[in-house]
């Protein structure tokens, strides 16, 4: 756990890899497990591996609508014109056992009699006089599904710590699994904090501004695995804050903030951490926007600060906030990669610390990357660049400034509001 009250109040700054080496120690995966229904798991995480009890498919089943044949009965007489000995559907036992000479028709998903071992679909036969004719002798196991050929019974079919999603939710099913164990749903606590904030809903006074942070860190931070609680606003005391956080403390596995960490005299979020009998470092990342950041715990309850400017906030959350929620959840793989763009125009930057900045997608090239144009002229509070862009670049801290048709980093936002 964090102890130390400054990882870095020196010249130097952290790195975003050390500071989520950081963020990351706060947290410890949720041991609690609860059953749902299968059919409702989408967005849930596995609790454990989940193994077939049957195989896919349960018996050797017709792919396509046609017929039945022993293929070595066509190798024998090449020419020969064959009865149809019955039909099976879908969902029905095959009730006729075709002779040799005899072929059956089978639908899609019908069971395949005993010694049947090739299906001809329909359109390649030929039939004359009530008489089935083949072109062609058919190879053996043709448009036949064969038992366990796609799950066999016993394997796993669903890994401890996966996402469920739709495919996850579909091959439960198959496999008759109604309920399943996951996770427990991490509880989650959103707190704006700052003398100046008031919600949208009430007319601002003067010296007043609306509440951005609250209502779009819960919006990006919401899912099935989670239980996101917006926990309003705290002014800029100490005393109060404190007891607040004591307060939460026994509710939460993580706490997320905004504002109270860029050090001035109305910060007090890492000294209101320690007055509540918590730990928590402040750290100075080589990050813009976002270089102020605490992280820490209340007990149980981690703490993760972020800066009060929108921009800063929502950068931090990305980078820090998600990973947090992942190892909680159990489902923490790594940062997800960035795509690979090159830039439209050139990239002003001053080297020393990462940058994210808001892009649009301006064109394509010949391999289709995106080629991004910068949006809005900075500034971490800035929102309606945020809004006309498609996504964001990050420009690496050891980077002068790109010129047109460098490689960029590239994170599209319809990707990164994904949890």
Request: hydrophobic share 45%; charged share 20%; net charge neutral.
């Amino acid at each position: 756990m964090l102890a130390k009250q400054d990882i870095c109040s020196g010249p130097d700054l952290l790195g975003i890899d050390e500071a989520l080496m950081a963020a990351l120690a706060a947290v410890r995966p949720v041991a609690d497990v609860e059953t749902v229904r299968s059919g409702r798991s989408a967005g849930r995480i596995a609790a454990g591996d989940v193994a077939a009890s049957i195989p896919l498919p349960p018996f050797d089943q017709s792919a396509v609508d046609g017929y039945g044949i022993r293929s070595d009965d066509l190798d024998a007489a090449p020419d020969t014109a064959f009865r149809q000995a019955g039909v099976t559907f879908a969902g029905a036992p095959w009730s006729v056992h075709p002779e040799r000479g005899e072929v059956v028709r089978l639908l899609t998903g019908a069971p395949v009699p005993a010694d049947i071992d090739a299906v001809v679909m329909e359109e390649k036969v030929r039939i004359a006089g009530g008489r089935v004719a083949f072109s062609r002798p058919p190879e053996p196991g043709m448009n036949i599904r064969r038992r366990g050929e796609d799950v066999g019974a016993g394997s796993t079919i669903l890994a401890a710590g996966t996402v469920i999603d739709a495919r996850h939710v579909a091959i439960l099913a198959a496999s008759g699994v109604s309920n399943i164990k996951v996770r427990r749903r991490i509880e989650v606590g959103i707190l704006s904090t700052g003398s100046e904030l008031v919600p949208a809903s009430r007319p601002l006074g003067q010296h007043q501004i609306h509440d951005s942070n609250g209502p779009m860190l819960a919006a990006l931070l919401a899912g099935p695995a989670l239980r996101v609680t917006p926990l309003g606003r705290c002014r800029d005391d100490r005393g109060r804050l404190a007891r607040r956080l004591t307060q939460m403390a026994r509710s939460y596995d993580l706490l997320v903030c905004s504002g109270g960490v860029s050090g001035s005299d109305a910060d007090h979020m890492v000294a209101a951490v320690h007055d509540a009998g918590g730990a928590c470092a402040k750290l100075a990342l080589a990050l813009k926007p976002g270089k102020p950041l605490a992280v820490g715990a209340i007990g149980p309850m981690a703490v993760l600060a972020l800066p009060g400017n929108p921009f800063a906030s929502l950068v931090g959350a990305l980078l820090f906030a998600r990973p947090m929620l992942q190892t909680l959840a159990g489902s923490y793989q790594g940062r997800r990669p960035p795509l690979a763009a090159r830039t439209a125009e050139t990239f002003a930057h001053r080297r020393g610390r990462m940058e994210f900045v808001p892009v649009r997608v301006a064109a394509r090239d010949e391999r289709g990357a995106p080629l991004l144009e910068k949006l809005g002229r900075g500034g971490s509070a800035r929102l309606l660049p945020l809004i006309l862009a498609d996504g964001l670049a990050c420009i690496p801290s050891g980077s002068d400034d790109l010129p047109p048709d460098a490689p960029i980093d590239y994170f599209p936002f319809d990707a990164a509001f994904r949890l």
